[in-house]
């Protein structure tokens, strides 16, 4: 733990309603003052001036792959590009090899974090044993090992049986239930969104309803039991209504999506292009506009990347042959600027909202402030920094990304965690 004194930024902090420019002291790793005139002298001085200073931004949705394919990404090189997207906290999804779904697998990764990571690590444990989608995973010794919420991820619970006593247990042990909501039946076979595009490409498309019906589904099983629920990277706009109806309702049900899905659809697929297949997949226009809509009204909580790595012997085959996935760490906030921020869609106290408290608040993490007392995790933005992502450049191991050459405006600049500087591109 450091200590860092950080001066003269425009400090944003949304749990405390807090916009304003002044000082953040942090002291032996803690966040001890906020304000103007602060003096403390043993402290390293980062000039913030002209910059935007945020509580450490948090991804709720990351695939690390270690342990078992520590070729496509390891927590290390995961981290670091966590890092150089201005992530404090990165959550990690259970699909590894084994799969997270004992308390021995979660201690693994929470140690290998601690030894290798350059940002916080927490990970999600399996709803089922080996995400099988049989039998109940070990769930309360792997939330006493440390995980933070339970998920099958790509692999969803079709059997509603099973899911209603999973719901039951993470309530008993306050944990959320995130799922991937698709019905792999309506969606067998398919590779990208069922629609006019799918059919010119002639690729088997996955409709709409296949996350739909799924979606539908969770929320009424988060009504008869109480728990809290979560869809993952949502994408279609049924969804996002049956979300927000869910909401007026009082239920416990919170959305997150990602930025692939509010900047791209499925008409700006290049033909064949591997590094645009991913799940949900990418789908029609009305669907993006119900994503940045949903970001506006409040029936999305929370971005997310699906930080999805594939190396390109894997990546670089057949569109059909090729698995789901793209990166989003490094470009995750000047996608999320771009498109909100300087189009006036929305504040940037929103977008910072939806990527700093929203996410603790979802997973129960004593982060996303910059409260008196809270971990030192702090993230500096330059809105107005332009800069063009090279994939060839990025910190992850992998290079399977649709935004290689894009332009952006704004960028995190700086990423610091516990005081210690673990980024810095100024």
Known sequence: MSSLWIRNGRVIDPANGRDE???????EGKVTAIGTGIEHSGAPQFDATGLVVT???????????????????????????????GFTSIVC?????????????????IERARQTAVVNVFPIGAITKGSAGEE???????????????????????????????????????????????????SAGGDMHEGLCSVRLGLRGIPAASEDVMVARDILLAELTGAQFHVAHISSRHSISMVRHAKMLGLPVTSEVCPHHFTLADEDIQPYDSNYKMKPPLRGREHVAAAVEGILSGAIDAIATDHAPHPGSEKMQEFERCPFGILGLETAVGLSL???????????????????????????????????????????LDPN??????????HSKSRNSPYHGHKFKGAAVATIVGGNIVFDAR
């Not at 949705?61 to 890092?83: D, N, Y």
């Not at 259970?94 to 997270?100: A, L």
């Not at 997973?363 to 500096?380: E, F, H, M």
Request: hydrophobic share 45%; net charge negative.
């Open 93 to 109: 999804m259970p699909n590894t090899s084994p799969v997270n779904d004992s308390a021995t697998v979660t201690r693994y990764i």
């Open 21 to 27: 420019v002044a000082d953040v002291l942090v002291v």
């Open 55 to 85: 509580p450490g931004l948090i991804d709720m949705h990351v695939h690390l792959r270690e342990p078992g394919f520590e070729h496509s990404e390891t927590i290390k090189t995961g981290s670091m590009a966590a890092a150089a997207g």
């Open 338 to 380: 771009g498109t909100f921020v300087h189009t006036g869609k929305v504040s940037l106290n929103k977008i910072i909202e939806t990527m700093t408290v929203a996410p603790a608040r979802i997973l129960k993490l004593d982060r996303g402030t910059l409260s008196a007392g809270a971990p030192g995790d702090v993230t500096v």
């Open 385 to 394: 920094k332009e800069w063009t992502y090279d994939v060839n450049r990025s």
């Open 136 to 186: 109940l995973a070990s769930i309360g010794s792997m939330k006493q090992a440390g995980i933070v919420a339970i998920s099958d991820d790509g692999r969803p619970v079709m059997n509603a049986r099973v899911m209603r006593r999973a719901m039951e247990l993470a309530k008993a042990f306050d944990v959320p239930v995130i799922d991937h909501c698709e019905d792999l039946h309506l």
